[in-house]
């Protein structure tokens, strides 16, 4: 832990606090090693991820797809200063076309795919409010224009369920990628999504290799639920 001795850290853990590395700080050296000059950043929200990469050290591209509204009308304002962070008012998926999306009470749980029991067991205080018509495209269709001339691109996407149709919309792009990021989850919260044993799987029969787990949600018991995995090529 760069700049935190053993010994201060062993004082520290004596008055019951833990110093940790974060999360993003790992991260970030996964994509300088593998000298990542574009992140693909599906599922947005409101730009908290692209926003991390930055204040980590990553000065390479970014383009952040959004397609919710409200949220995608912040995440411009909040990339509007960084020339190399591009948005892009869209979801990804394995069509192309208007679908309508469930959206829900703090935005960031809005998903294609109908709530799950689990989920709303887990955090009541979350709810679908109501739906939004979004367009759809898919990864392969816009590969092109958005991967440019990047040599090492990384993907991470964050569609609470959708990962699978995600993927299923990059077939010809994946083979270029040399990381990605899945939202992994361990129990059903969107109907149909897709479970992290599948989404392991998957990355895994593609020929990338789990190398970073960081816990995402939590139940109000302490179970944790999902969590964010990082797979690069070996």
């Known amino acids: 832990m760069s700049g935190i001795s053993h010994v201060v850290m062993r004082q520290l853990a004596r008055r019951g ?9 790992r991260r970030q050296r996964l ?9 693909l ?5 409101r730009g908290g991820y692209a926003t991390e990469l930055r204040e980590f050290g990553y000065t390479g591209r970014i383009v952040s797809f959004e397609p919710l509204a409200a949220a995608h009308a912040d995440l411009v304002r909040v990339a509007a200063s960084d020339p190399r962070w591009e948005t892009r008012h869209t979801a990804l998926g394995d069509t192309t076309g208007r679908q309508e999306i469930h959206v829900a009470s703090n935005s960031d749980s809005s998903s294609l795919l109908p709530m799950a029991d689990q989920h709303r067991a887990s955090s009541p ?10 367009e759809v495209s898919r990864l392969d269709d816009v590969a092109a224009d958005v991967l440019g001339e990047a040599r090492t691109p ?5 569609t609470q369920g959708f990962e699978r149709a995600v993927l299923e919309g990059a077939e ?16 059903t919260l969107y109907e149909g999504g897709m479970l992290a044993d599948e989404a392991i799987s998957w990355a895994y029969d593609h020929g990338f ?7 995402g949600f939590t139940d109000p018991g302490g179970a ?7 797979f690069l090529r070996p």
């Open 209 to 215: 290799v789990l190398v970073g787990l960081d816990q």
């Open 154 to 158: 990384f993907l991470k996407i964050d």
């Open 224 to 230: 944790v639920l999902q969590a964010d995995g990082v």
């Open 31 to 39: 994509l300088v090693d593998r000298g990542v000059d574009l992140v």
């Open 172 to 187: 010809t792009t994946v083979p270029r990628l040399v990381g990605l990021q899945l939202e992994l989850s361990f129990v």
């Open 17 to 25: 606090l833990v110093v940790r590395r974060h999360p993003a700080a």
């Open 125 to 134: 205080d979350i709810q679908m409010v109501g739906t939004e018509t979004i």
């Open 41 to 45: 950043d599906v599922g947005a929200a």
